[in-house]
Every structure is written in structure tokens, then in C-alpha cells.
T-cell receptor, first 116, second 111 residues
Framework: NAGVTQTPKFQVLKTGQSMTLQCAQD?????MSWYRQDPGMGLRLIHY???????DQGEVPNGYNVSRSTTEDFPLRLLSAAPSQTSVYFC????FGTGHGANVLTFGAGSRLTVL | DAKTTQPNSMESNEEEPVHLPCNHS???????IHWYRQLPSQGPEYVIH???SNVNNRMASLAIAEDRKSSTLILHRATLRDAAVYYC????????????FGAGTILRVKS
């Protein structure tokens, strides 16, 4: 059972380059989300999705795009990277419901992005 | 989204209990209280959650005030491995709700 898998673990980009951070989960979770964490700071929500075909903005969505074509995958796209997007990115998922494990987030290991 | 307030940092001695407070005065009736922690250089991990009643699991206990405007995460015997940032978050029961994190409490454990 892999849980939430993020790739790549590390990436260095030049300003203006584009890239996609991948997130996949094998738990059939409806909810998926992306957070960024800057040094010494808490997590800030970028985008989230409550199911395939449905996405919505979080606290800091500017500069990022997402799509949710399948339940399993929730990629995060940086169209034109900026140094301000240097951060650690975490993907997380959960399922909705009323059981004990419902609405509890499972996090990936993170992707460290540096934009020069 | 209802907000939570936590102390920036706390310190504890190893093998002693730790009580981490969280205030959530604007909590709604359908908000669950969740606690996560983040060990150094790792992603956050779930600790415990509850709605109204106190909760216990192998990691910690969660004490919820009767009016639900505050809660306390209790680590019964702190170890050096418990040094982490602890986040108290509210999450509504309704389908489609998102989860927003605050700054959390940095817990330092002294040997």
C-alpha cells in the first residue's frame, strides 16, 4: 500500500521554466490537496479537489494550476517558475465520510523545489 | 473557515507529560478538531481528532472543553522523538470542506 506518492523529491528550476509536480494516491480518496511550506513557516493551501473533474483554490493559488482527471492523480503545474515559488510542496489526501478515518489527511513525503 | 490559536512554542522535559493548548472560539457545531504533527524534515502526520468527547489513542489524548471553544493535546510521557511542530486544525464534517493549517506550536523536549 503506497499511500501518497510525490515525484520528484527534489527539483531545481530556472526562472521562467515550467514543470509539473506529480501526486498519486492509491487509497481511492476523493479529496486531494497541495500545500507549500516555506522555511520556518506553516503549511499554506494552494489548491484542492473534492473529486475527479472538480478543483478549487486555496489560500495561495496564484502561479499554480491543477487538474483532476482521475481519482488517483492530482498534478500541480508551475507555468512560469519564480524564485518566490522556492518551497517544499506537500500533497495530501483523505476520504469523506463519518467513520473514524474519514477526513484524516495522509501526506506525501514532499517535493523540494528551488527556483534560481 | 474557523480559526485556531496556539502558542508559538513550548518546552518540556523528557518523560514528563505535555499539554498543548488550542483555542477555537468560533468553532461551529459540525467542526471536528484535528491535530497533526510535523517532525523535522518530514511531512505532517495525523495525531488525533475528536468532535465533542475526549479521545485517546496510542499516540496521545485529546481533551475537549465542554463548550468546545478550546482543546488540549496531551502527550503522556514526552520523548525526544516527540519534538515537532503540532498543528491544531478545524475541519467541517460537510462534504467538500478543505483543511487550512495555522502556524502551529513548536514543541522542544529537553533530555
Amino acid at each position: 500500500n503506497a499511500g501518497v506518492t510525490q515525484t520528484p523529491k527534489f527539483q531545481v528550476l530556472k526562472t521562467g521554466q515550467s514543470m509539473t509536480l506529480q501526486c498519486a494516491q492509491d487509497m481511492n480518496h476523493e479529496y486531494m490537496s497541495w500545500y507549500r511550506q516555506d522555511p520556518g513557516m506553516g503549511l499554506r493551501l494552494i489548491h484542492y479537489s473534492v473529486g475527479a473533474g472538480i478543483t478549487d483554490q486555496g489560500e495561495v493559488p496564484n502561479g499554480y494550476n491543477v487538474s483532476r482527471s482521475t481519482t488517483e492523480d492530482f498534478p500541480l503545474r508551475l507555468l512560469s517558475a519564480a524564485p518566490s515559488q522556492t518551497s517544499v510542496y506537500f500533497c495530501a489526501s483523505s476520504y469523506f465520510g463519518t467513520g473514524h478515518g474519514a477526513n484524516v489527511l495522509t501526506f506525501g513525503a514532499g517535493s523540494r523545489l528551488t527556483v534560481l | 473557515d474557523a480559526k485556531t490559536t496556539q502558542p508559538n512554542s513550548m518546552e518540556s522535559n523528557e518523560e514528563e507529560p505535555v499539554h498543548l493548548p488550542c483555542n477555537h472560539s468560533t468553532i461551529s457545531g459540525t467542526d471536528y478538531i484535528h491535530w497533526y504533527r510535523q517532525l523535522p524534515s518530514q511531512g505532517p502526520e495525523y495525531v488525533i481528532h475528536g468532535l465533542t468527547s475526549n479521545v485517546n489513542n496510542r499516540m496521545a489524548s485529546l481533551a475537549i472543553a465542554e463548550d468546545r471553544k478550546s482543546s488540549t493535546l496531551i502527550l503522556h510521557r514526552a520523548t525526544l522523538r516527540d519534538a515537532a511542530v503540532y498543528y491544531c486544525i478545524l475541519r467541517a464534517m460537510e462534504y467538500g470542506n478543505k483543511l487550512v493549517f495555522g502556524a502551529g506550536t513548536i514543541l522542544r523536549v529537553k533530555s
